[in-house]
């Protein structure tokens, strides 16, 4: 069973950043793209940023510009860096790790417990 937590999340006002963490099991660094989602009350979960096991990197239209998504392998995680941050970015955000072994990311069946961003004045 793959795990995977989050964490870094918190209350910043609109314009602050902050950076999220997603650390995993070892082996799921080096054999799957990883993706960040998020799902606001009453919305569905959309995804914010991909990137995939060679790190290259796709972002929704509504964050392109403001957050960046890497990850580091050595230590099993993954991250994303948000700046400029808005109060339609409040949120519950979550970390997945995509199918086993496509280059690209492709949403897979492991997913973290999420993080709550909030950002209000």
């Known amino acids: 069973q793959v795990q995977l937590v989050e964490s870094g999340g918190g209350l910043v006002q609109p314009g602050g950043s902050l950076r999220l963490s997603c650390a995993g099991s070892?082996?799921?660094?080096?054999?799957?793209?990883m993706a960040w989602y998020r799902q606001a009350p009453g919305k569905e979960r959309e995804l914010v940023a991909a990137i995939t096991r060679g790190g290259g990197t796709t972002y929704a239209d509504s964050v392109k510009g403001r957050f960046t998504i890497s990850r580091d392998n050595a230590k099993n995680t993954v991250y994303l860096q948000m700046n400029s941050l808005k109060a339609e970015d409040t949120a519950v955000y979550y970390c997945?790790?995509?199918?086993?072994?496509?280059?690209?990311?492709?949403?897979?069946?492991?997913w973290g417990q999420g993080t709550q961003v909030t950002v209000s004045s």
């Open positions: 997945n790790a995509g199918r086993p072994f496509y280059n690209d990311y492709v949403k897979g069946n492991y």
């Open positions: 070892g082996i799921i660094f080096s054999i799957s793209a």
